[in-house]
């Protein structure tokens, strides 16, 4: 309803998944037993749930500030609708890591859940791609789907790249892979983990020495990697 504030798509999430016969389109009971609970690994590791003083070992003020406007966001939207604080942040940060952000011609950028698809893996070397098709005659419509980049052989775990491929900086002609490839902060805290593939790393080396990384040169240049 609110593109603008995440807080609002949590609140939501967060009735249905409380209510999930109240789902538009039926039950999403099932489709809700997939998302990980508060409490577990996958959400533990959101930076959304640190601590301040674990904010603090980022050694990247950007994400630790970004991350705080987050956290004081949750806590507003909790004591305005007088929910529990950890479930809300639960919300943003489920609708964070299993939302795909695309490109409508109609309504320009959304932010969608898309059950099944959201299911697939990161792999920044994948060759698979997300992609996405408009349909303008009649009803306004799109089709998403996830198209073999190479062969796939039977048992193998299907990835895609969820930022742009860190090997087309570029950006990726508009495929909905991501325009430009994504520096692990943005991994981080979208996702929850780091992204430790040669491409990325090779990404993060080329942003920490630009003028945007001077904050976070000077945040590392405090301590030595012995104490790190």
Not at 101 to 119: E, F, K, N, Q, Y
Not at 144 to 161: D, H, N, S, Y
Not at 208 to 223: I, N, P
Request: hydrophobic letters at 40%; proline letters at 5%; a negative charge.
């Amino acid at each position: 309803a609110n593109q603008r504030d995440p807080g609002a798509a949590a609140l939501k999430l967060l009735q249905l998944y409380k209510d999930p016969a109240s789902t538009p389109g039926g039950d999403a009971s099932a489709y809700f037993d997939l998302f990980p609970p508060l409490g577990s690994a996958e959400m533990a590791s959101m930076p959304d749930f640190y601590t301040e003083a674990e904010l603090d070992l980022l050694q990247h003020p950007r994400a630790a500030d970004k991350t705080r406007r987050r956290q004081a966001l949750c806590r507003e939207r909790a004591a305005a609708h007088g929910a529990d604080v950890r479930e809300v942040t639960w919300a943003l940060c489920t609708v964070a890591q299993r939302s795909f952000t695309v490109l409508s011609p109609l309504d320009g950028v959304l932010r969608l859940l898309l059950p099944g698809i959201d299911m697939i893996n990161h792999d920044a070397d994948s060759l698979h791609a997300f992609k996405v098709r408009w349909n303008l005659q009649g009803m306004f419509s799109g089709t998403f789907k996830v198209v073999a980049g190479a062969p796939v052989r039977t048992g193998e775990e299907v990835r895609i790249c969820y930022g742009g491929s860190p090997h087309r900086p570029d950006g990726c002609d508009g495929d909905c892979k991501g325009d430009v490839a994504w520096t692990n902060d943005q991994y981080l805290q979208r996702y929850g983990f780091v992204d430790a593939s040669l491409g990325s790393t090779m990404v993060d080396g080329k942003w920490l020495l630009s003028d945007a990384g001077a904050e976070v040169r000077e945040a590392l240049a405090r301590t030595t990697a012995e104490a790190d």
